[in-house]
């Protein structure tokens, strides 16, 4: 069974840091292509990070970049995201997702993941 368990969600200050955390099991996880996404209440759920199976390569939405990094240890199946410098506008939902490597790591398009996990709440608020 394919499972994919985020933490490491909570309420956070503007400004403020956080870590998300993903494991997976039940994949040959090295041979899976990495996500994280985030839906805030009345709005589609987006792409906010990818990384190559080998973790060399990562993409980044503009909304984030320069303030999310985006990590995997395939020693561990384990993906994360380092939040830095939160704002309001990036509390939602924030989901793990996999992919067979189709040689599109990097693409975004959440059609294409097909493992997703259940979701870390991340509130960033005064």
């Known amino acids: 069974e394919v499972q994919l368990v985020e933490s490491g969600g909570g309420l956070v200050q503007p400004g403020g840091s956080l870590r998300l955390s993903c494991a997976a099991s039940?994949?040959?996880?090295?041979?899976?292509?990495m996500g994280w996404f985030r839906q805030a209440p009345g709005k589609e759920r987006e792409g906010v990070a990818a990384?190559?199976?080998?973790?060399?390569?990562?993409t980044y939405d503009d909304a984030v970049k320069g303030r999310f990094t985006i990590s995997r240890d395939n020693a561990n199946n384990t993906v994360d995201l380092e939040m830095t410098k939160l704002k309001p506008e990036d509390t939602g939902m924030y989901y793990c997702?996999?992919?067979?490597?189709?040689?599109?790591?990097?693409?975004?398009?959440?059609?294409?993941?097909?493992?997703w996990g259940q979701g870390t709440q991340v509130t960033v608020s005064l």
């Open positions: 997702a996999a992919k067979w490597n189709n040689g599109r790591c990097l693409d975004r398009n959440r059609v294409d993941f097909t493992k």
């Open positions: 039940g994949i040959t996880y090295n041979q899976y292509c």
């Open positions: 990384i190559s199976t080998g973790g060399t390569r990562v």
